[in-house]
């Protein structure tokens, strides 16, 4: 389901409440660094006809506009949320588009939270990084414990590397989200055992003050993929809730 605008919505978000979309990708096409086998967004090959990303000045602009026709409506918003047909911070004014859009939210929307969901790839990239500690929700994902299965599950860009991508979040000092999704197929099970206890060695180590499991709950360019329910996955993580972590699930009841 790619995004036809710059900024988009409201929608409902299971995750973050009524939700205005920030799409700092191609409005016609899909530029990421994963390519995940369940992502609602399709596949980065069929994603290709448009690379032309949204300047600052777009977004500033688009955004301030959307804001104002809430406003003048009365439409309470949540969340302004930086998603989109793939990784937000590939933008290269995702720095600046990031301290614009806080200025807007202080100016229209006070109460409703940043979020910006990232597959956390260049949270070492220090003004990435600083950008990221800005926002209220910086939503960082880590699906799987080891190369081998992100290589699996994430299909990502060479180069990628488990345990950067924990150095990077560990600098974070517990004030960020982090989002794994849980699904099986026939090559992989995130609830097997080594998949479960080295993930929750990574959480254990990170700490963050949110952790977000939710499954597959759109349809997925890869078709033999198989979602947990809410039930499974709060067995699973039961571990976790007992050592006082705070997890939000969703998925199948």
């Known amino acids: 389901m790619m995004r036809e605008e710059t900024v988009f919505g409201p929608i409902y978000s299971r995750r973050l409440g009524r939700s205005l979309g920030i799409n700092l990708l191609p409005t016609k096409g899909k530029i990421c660094n994963f390519d995940c086998i ?60 990031i301290d614009d859009t806080l200025f807007l939210r202080d100016a229209y929307c006070p109460d409703a939270k940043v979020s910006v969901l990232s597959n956390a790839t260049r949270a070492h990239v220090p003004e990435v990084f600083a950008a990221l500690c800005k926002v209220d929700n910086p939503i960082l994902k880590i699906d799987a414990p080891t190369d ?18 924990i150095d990077a979040l560990a600098r974070f000092d517990g004030q960020f989200v982090l989002q794994t999704m849980f699904l099986r197929s026939p090559d992989f099970d995130s609830s097997a055992p080594e998949v ?24 997925t360019p890869q078709q033999d993929l198989e979602a947990f329910t809410v039930d499974q996955m709060r067995q699973l993580v039961q571990p976790l809730i007992d050592e006082g972590f705070s997890i939000d699930i969703k998925g199948k009841q």
Do not use: H
């Not at 860009?157 to 488990?162: E, L, R």
């Open 38 to 97: 369940y992502c609602e967004c399709g596949w980065n090959r069929d994603g290709r006809g448009d690379i032309v990303l949204p300047t600052a000045a777009k977004v500033r602009t688009d955004l301030e506009d959307k804001l104002s026709e809430l406003m003048l409506e009365g439409t309470r918003i949540d969340s302004i949320t930086f998603s989109g047909d793939g990784e937000p911070t590939l933008n290269p004014e995702f720095p600046r588009i």
């Open 148 to 165: 081998a299965l992100v290589a699996k599950i994430n299909q990502p860009a060479p180069g990628y590397s488990v345990e950067r991508v």
């Open 196 to 219: 479960l206890l080295g993930w929750m060695d990574i959480v254990r180590r990170l700490r963050p003050r949110e952790i977000m499991v939710y499954t597959i709950d759109r349809p």
